[in-house]
T-cell receptor
């Protein structure tokens, strides 16, 4: 079975641009969460979606948004990119909203120049 | 607010030896989970071991075991018979045991394994 897949693996953008990151959860998983991992830090929670509804949001500005589609895949959108948005963006899926068993993808490395 | 602290930025161990990584956390909840994740250079977060707070018995997974001290809010990871493939970043994480929740991670410990 395929694990959590994310695309693209690497992305280079310039300040002020917009970016969309994509995630496909493990088959049967209904919950998708997004995390940002800045170099040298642990991942920080951005969003959780379950059954296409937002279930949680971390301390991130409104420039960050996300959605979940009927097939449970998800997109993370970031507007007006800043240099500080450069990070590894990790997607994780779980069968339940409780997230007691989270499986992570390999991430998208975003560089903002 | 819940916090997770890993006080060892880097650790080193000789191949075949044993190493212990430390983690402390702060929470006022009684129902929660604790995790150790491994992040190799491939960047994927791999679950190493999970502990449910209501279980007194320490979790074990082959060469990996934890020392869970609930009163002290301590959750250390012991790696026995260390292998070169164990070299990675290790993250301790906390999850509130409600109907939904997100992981709170520590800053990580970089483990090197010497041949």
């Amino acid at each position: 079975d395929a694990g959590v897949t994310q695309s693209p693996t690497h992305l280079i953008k310039t300040r002020g641009q917009h970016v969309t990151l994509r995630c496909s959860p493990i088959s049967g998983h209904k919950s998708v969460s997004w995390y940002q991992q800045v170099l040298g830090q642990g991942p920080q929670f951005i969003f959780q979606y379950y059954e296409k509804e937002e279930r949680g949001r971390g301390n991130f500005p409104d420039r960050f948004s996300a959605r979940q589609f009927p097939n449970y895949s998800s997109e993370l959108n970031v507007n007006a990119l800043l240099l500080g948005d450069s990070a590894l963006y990790l997607c994780a899926s779980s069968f339940s909203a409780a997230n007691e068993k989270l499986f992570f993808g390999s991430g998208t490395q975003l560089s903002v120049l | 607010a819940q916090t997770v602290t890993q006080s060892q930025p880097e650790m080193s161990v000789q191949e075949a030896e044993t190493v212990t990584l430390s983690c402390t956390y702060d929470t006022s909840e009684s129902d929660y989970y604790l995790f150790w994740y491994k992040q190799p250079p491939s960047r994927q977060m791999i679950l190493v071991i999970r502990q449910e707070a209501y279980k007194q018995q320490n979790a074990t997974e082959n060469r990996f075991s934890v020392n869970f001290q609930k009163a002290a809010k301590s959750f250390s990871l012991k790696i026995s018979d260390s292998q070169l493939g164990d070299a990675a970043m290790y993250f301790c994480a906390y999850l509130f045991g409600g109907s939904q929740g997100n992981l709170i991670f520590g800053k990580g410990t970089k483990l090197s394994v010497k041949p």
